[in-house]
């Protein structure tokens, strides 16, 4: 009989439903935070302290990890920086948009608001940031950058492929006659 994935808990979850809130009209923004916040401790509270306390015996409770959440946000970005892979000299870059609200909460949106900003993607408009990255053809990490939402997809590529060497390719949304002879 082969193990269960992930120490059975996957299978034992899909048994125990997480918390669902109600829609909060009068305030979105903070009935998402709060909604997402529930799930995350349910998510933390139910499975990692009950099916992976094995493999991690200093856990501590979920309110001493939110207490040190802040407290690891810069080592958290050295161990990406550290994980990033080798460039071959075959490298792909594209974006991808992060949504902070929906459209119609813009005005009321606070918690982003001096970073995000409104911009297009080919489907919608969006309000959020942008997520840039490159991958080399094994699909690891090379570099990455997180940008506000408005900003064009070919701004940050000469700082995204400053140590990098060969040939990139992206879609259309990168092409333009001043990358071309910047790269070339």
Known sequence: MAAAPFGGWLTTAST????????????????????????????????VCSYWRKAF????????????MPSVLLPLCAYLRHCFGHCTGISFIDSTSIKVCHNRRIASHKVFKPLAARGKTSVDWVFGFKLHLVVNEQGELLNVLLT?????????VAQLLQQLFGKVFGDWGYVSQKLVLHLW
């Open 148 to 156: 506000s939402g408005n900003t064009d997809d070919r701004k940050p």
């Open 16 to 47: 125990v439903t997480p918390p669902v809130h109600e829609r909060d009209d009068d305030n979105g923004e903070l009935s998402t935070i709060n909604r997402h916040t529930a799930i995350f401790k349910w998510f933390y509270n139910h499975l």
């Open 57 to 68: 015996p200093a856990l501590v409770s979920y309110n001493r990890f939110v207490e040190w």
